[in-house]
């Protein structure tokens, strides 16, 4: 266990929400690493919460909800705040009901409709029909037409967002598969154009949403994550309390190797030394 002298560890008893990644932090694959039902239990007990955030855009958030039962983890839809959550909040901030040509599965797309936004298929010339943002998200469902429209939506000088930065994303075997960033690759390599805003972890966004909604203060707030370029960069973008685990992704090495500004404020074996702190 390693605490940064600048905060103590008994900071973390004050903290009322735990931010928790999943990949790495709560289970491997199919397995829960040990600790995490210990963990849940005692944050029900000392009325404190946990919430699940995710920069994966590909899913709803009832499959996580069904992931997790799987595991023997009760959560519910609530529980969970994705990157598309905080993409659908800020396009509201922007403009409410917007038009959007979307890279995204099926689940992505009704989930804008679902909250009022209008999906646009086809490349128009007419300025009335276009749309007012690209939004790149998780596609696994990507087709080469869809790829061309968006660029030329984006050469045309279309606001483009994506939901977040990942390369890739962790399957099973040890594989990994094409996640967005290598989709704002592909695009930039067509269109020399990135998007001008990247909602998910590192962004600060999401975790902002979560204080702003629920009202917490930063001190009260703790990110717990395995890797360092997205949830642990996230809480310190934000400015609240960050736990590395070593469950996961990150090394010892990985942290020391960091500058001293993005290192995490608390490191652990894995979650279930935050369950033996909190006990305590
Ligand atoms: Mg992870």
């Not at 009325?47 to 995710?54: G, S």
């Not at 040509?101 to 804008?112: C, D, Q, S």
């Not at 128009?124 to 690209?134: G, L």
């Not at 020399?192 to 979560?210: L, M, Q, T």
Request: proline fraction near 5%; glycine fraction near 6%.
């Amino acid at each position: 266990m390693f605490s940064n002298n600048k905060y103590p560890i008994e900071d973390l008893k004050k903290v009322k929400c735990f931010l928790l990644d999943m990949d790495g932090t709560i289970y491997l694959g199919d397995n829960v690493i040990d600790g995490t039902h210990e963990f849940l239990d005692i944050l029900k007990k000392q009325n404190k919460r946990a919430m699940y955030i995710t920069n994966n855009s590909s899913k709803a958030t009832s499959q996580y909800v069904e992931k997790l039962s799987r595991l023997g983890i009760y959560s519910e839809e609530e529980d969970f705040f994705t990157s598309v959550n905080a993409l659908e909040y800020n396009l509201n901030l922007k403009k409410p009901g917007a038009k959007l040509f979307v890279l995204g599965t099926p689940v992505f797309e009704e989930y804008l409709i679902e909250k009022g936004f209008e999906i646009i298929k086809e490349y128009y010339n007419e300025q009335e029909k276009r749309p007012d943002y690209v939004i790149l998200a998780f596609d696994m469902t990507l087709t080469y037409d869809k790829l061309r429209i968006a660029c030329d939506y984006i050469v045309d000088g279309v606001e483009y967002w994506a939901t977040h930065p990942d390369m890739v994303c962790p399957v099973s075997g040890g594989r990994f598969i094409p996640d967005a960033g290598s989709f704002i690759e592909c695009i930039y390599g067509t269109t020399g154009k990135r998007p001008s805003f990247i909602v998910g972890k590192p962004n600060p966004c999401i975790i902002n949403v979560i204080m702003d909604k629920y009202g917490y203060k930063p001190e009260e707030i703790a990110v717990v994550g395995d890797r360092l370029h997205t949830d642990i960069m996230s809480a310190v973008n934000a400015g609240v309390n960050s736990i590395c685990v070593l469950s996961g992704e990150a090394t010892v090495e990985d942290i020391e190797a960091t500058p001293d500004k993005n290192k995490p404020r608390y490191v652990f074996d894995s979650i279930k030394d935050i369950y033996n702190l909190l006990r305590n």
